[in-house]
């Protein structure tokens, strides 16, 4: 289960205070996957970093009782001057797992074939998004979070296997994914919120969602 309790959080412009949440109070369960929509410029990525950890609220309670993945594409594990080989391991190690396997899998998914062993530095951004998302489904979650904001990858054998293995993963975990098109969200989740006002509004179906999500784009 991961839970809101009362919580705030804001950003200072330089001419305005932005909010995203304004005592939210929710609950996602495990095996309930959830899609969250709101605009582009809403707070989307602040949201979900603060589901994973990686923000702080303002004011108020974020409690996990569960494994609670980073987002999908999130490198701030990963050292640059390593190689990925090098980030498997060590990260391995960080989360109690075999390296060897870690290391075997991701090698495996990325398809880097002599990058692997090369400075995770010098990877494009395609193949920095292949090494994280391959690093995401090595890790075995609970719950995974994606932001649609972060870096795809253009490879279509890679597309194709880690959205196999995710399709597998999410048969027995939970997945909670925001973005600002509807239409990225039916494939993964049944149950949908809408972000608006910094309050998340939360539906027993996305379709019930997008009524909300419409009006607000809209009006």
Same mark, same amino acid.
């Given at each position: 289960?991961?839970?809101?309790?009362?919580?705030?959080?804001?950003?200072?412009?330089?001419?305005?205070?932005?909010?995203?949440?304004?005592?939210?109070?929710?609950?996602?369960?495990?095996?309930? @996957?959830?899609? &969250?929509?709101?605009?582009?410029?809403?707070?989307?990525?602040?949201? &979900?970093?603060?589901?994973?950890?990686?923000?702080? +609220?303002?004011? !108020?309670?974020?409690?996990?009782?569960?494994?609670?993945?980073? +987002?999908?594409?999130?490198? !701030? !594990?990963?050292?640059?001057?390593?190689?990925?080989?090098?980030?498997?391991?060590?990260?391995?190690? &960080?989360?109690?797992?075999?390296?060897?396997?870690?290391?075997?899998?991701?090698?495996?998914?990325?398809?880097? #074939?002599?990058y692997f062993d090369m400075p995770v530095g010098t990877y494009?951004?395609?193949?920095?998004?292949?090494?994280?998302?391959?690093?995401?489904?090595?890790?075995?979650?609970?719950?995974?979070? &994606?932001?649609?904001?972060?870096?795809?990858?253009?490879d279509v054998e890679f597309n194709r296997k880690a959205g196999e293995i995710l399709r597998?993963?999410? #048969?027995?975990?939970?997945?909670?994914?925001?973005?600002?098109?509807?239409?990225?969200?039916?494939?993964?989740?049944? @149950?949908?919120?809408?972000?608006?006002?910094?309050?998340?509004?939360?539906?027993?179906?996305? #379709?019930?969602?997008?009524?909300?999500?419409?009006?607000?784009?809209?009006?």
């Amino acid at each position: 289960m991961l839970e809101f309790a009362e919580v705030s959080k804001s950003f200072w412009t330089g001419t305005q205070r932005k909010v995203i949440l304004d005592r939210a109070s929710f609950r996602v369960e495990l095996g309930n @996957s959830l899609g &969250i929509l709101a605009p582009n410029g809403t707070g989307k990525t602040t949201l &979900i970093n603060m589901m994973s950890g990686l923000e702080k +609220p303002d004011e !108020g309670t974020i409690r996990r009782s569960c494994r609670v993945s980073f +987002p999908l594409g999130f490198m !701030g !594990g990963v050292e640059n001057t390593l190689s990925a080989m090098e980030n498997c391991r060590f990260i391995a190690r &960080i989360y109690g797992l075999d390296p060897d396997y870690v290391e075997a899998f991701c090698r495996w998914l990325c398809g880097l #074939e002599e990058y692997f062993d090369m400075p995770v530095g010098t990877y494009s951004t395609g193949m920095r998004a292949r090494f994280s998302f391959a690093l995401l489904l090595a890790l075995d979650f609970d719950m995974y979070l &994606i932001d649609e904001g972060m870096p795809g990858s253009t490879d279509v054998e890679f597309n194709r296997k880690a959205g196999e293995i995710l399709r597998e993963r999410l #048969e027995k975990a939970t997945v909670i994914i925001v973005s600002h098109q509807p239409g990225v969200l039916e494939r993964l989740v049944k @149950s949908a919120a809408v972000l608006k006002n910094g309050q998340l509004h939360m539906f027993d179906t996305l #379709e019930e969602a997008r009524v909300l999500y419409d009006y607000q784009t809209q009006g």
